[in-house]
């Protein structure tokens, strides 16, 4: 099917001015999830405007209108994995290569940095609000086409990135030139496919060596790890946010998970507990998660970059939350009662 974008849509955003100039944008203390849902397509404009890329790669504004009201029409309206989780790592993304001058200090030359910032934007699209041994469980056509490669979702999140680059007047890379274009493909690539937990795993221990022996700017390995890094933070970046922002993404992940689990007891298997309404706890399942994973990532990045020591702060102290809630869920269950809005 052939997702269509009005003409007078590119042209509203072309129009759209950046007089809601929103304070401290360009802070990490920022959420971007309190952006208004109507500006967020006119936010990323500003924010590629801002890095340069438009000058610097001569970007047609109308092809990169374009561009970002078809990956928003890419996405569904699931609970969590739909267009504002990715305007929200699209927002790390460039806080990141603003805040730590990751072009600037030579992280990333500017051509990585414009695919690193458009891998954020991509790396869910068409999302259903399902997990990768959903699919292969349930045998839909996303596992058929991908599941023996592994990474199926991310797969076809990549699949779906490169048919919007190939659709008229949508290819935002075209001016580069075709060392550069297929460069840019093979580190959209990599970016989109390391969103996979479950590589993540795989790259943490390599990830955490290469920042103890020191980041090599020329080693082809080091910037192949650090792109897979900044990208899981940027997925996780909600865990860096006050922690209304951490509970309401919590809310709509496992709103995401159950509906699986739901789904799954329908087809007669058993989902695994952090999907099953039935028995996962919440709190419990947060703190695993964020000592397990969220902790190590962001304290490898503050090895990395000081100026991100603020974030695994703020990540150490919502988990204390989640620890309180953990106590305050206990008596609330003994009692029956087992709902987020117990939590402050
Ligand atoms: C980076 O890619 C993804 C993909 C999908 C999701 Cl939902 C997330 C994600 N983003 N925020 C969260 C939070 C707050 N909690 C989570 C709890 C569990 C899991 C999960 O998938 N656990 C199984 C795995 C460890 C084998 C993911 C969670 N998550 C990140
Ligand atoms: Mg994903
Ligand atoms: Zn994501």
Redesign the pocket.
Known sequence: YHMKVEAEAVQTLLNCRDDHNIKDFDQFHFSPRNVPYRHMPCYILKMFDELGFIRYYRIKRTTLARFILFVKKGYRDAP??NWIHAFSVAHFGYLMIKNFNLVKDGYMTQLHALVFLVSCLCH?IDHRGT?NSFQTKCGTVLASLYSSEGSVMERHHLAQSMCILNTDGCNIFEGLTSEEYSEALDILRNNILS????S??RAAENQREMIDQGYDKNDPKHQKLLHAML??CC??S??TKHWRI?KK??EQ?YD??FSQGDLEKSMGTAPIE?MDRERASIPD??VQ??T???LPLFSNLAALFPAAQILVDVIMKNREIWKMAKNVFQTYSETGVKCMDILL
Request: hydrophobic share 45%; charged share 15%; net charge negative.
């Open positions: 969590y994995h869910d997990n969103t996979d937990l479950a993540h795993f990208m899981t997925d996780l909600d865990q951490t993404t919590a992940i995401e998970f952090m399942l947060q998660f964020i397990n994973l969220v």
